[in-house]
């Protein structure tokens, strides 16, 4: 409970918090609406504690995601008719995940679960995800850029301000 509660990581989560909320606003008056590729970007971040050294992996593996996802309209147009909707769907999944796993070893920077996560986004937007996807792109390097790029400095902030304190 102390954990949660200290000064310390009640500091971190505020401006963390305000640096996200920020940042949408900043998307949002540059006229993105579509800020799903770099929050997703800055939850692979997190989930990578702020390892710099991951950052290779998260934006190739969104840029190929959203490639994917891409081809979901002429994957279906093109089974849709020899097996129908429903199958089509399957087995574009099933390509999708088959290419992802089994490219994995030979360049798991861009295949992994985090191109999975970008494929899924796409799949529920899959009725833009052609006149949107290069944007989507834009938007998952350079919104989450921007997005790490402000947690890296709040945290190397705090890091610093901890070790002087410790100091003192």
Not at 45 to 53: I, P
Not at 93 to 114: D, Q, R
Request: aromatic content about 12%.
């Amino acid at each position: 409970m102390n954990q949660v509660f200290n000064s310390a990581h009640m500091t971190k989560t505020l401006m963390l918090t305000l640096w996200i909320v920020a940042g949408t606003v900043i998307l949002q008056k540059l006229g993105i609406h579509d800020k799903w590729p770099a929050f997703l970007a800055l939850i692979f971040f997190f989930e990578a504690k702020f390892d710099l050294s991951k950052l290779k992996n998260i934006f190739a593996a969104g840029i190929v995601g959203i490639a994917m996802g891409m081809l979901i309209p002429a994957t279906l147009g093109a089974l849709a008719p020899v097996v129908g909707g429903e199958n089509a769907f399957y087995i574009y999944v099933a390509g999708v995940v088959l290419v992802t796993i089994g490219m994995g070893p030979i360049a798991h920077f861009a295949f992994s679960y985090i191109t999975f996560a970008y494929v899924v986004m796409c799949i529920l937007h899959k009725d833009h995800v052609v006149e949107h996807g290069f944007s989507w792109m834009a938007v998952a390097l350079l919104g989450g850029a921007m997005y790490i790029a402000g947690v890296t400095a709040i945290a190397k902030f705090l890091e610093k301000r901890a070790l002087t304190a410790q100091q003192a």
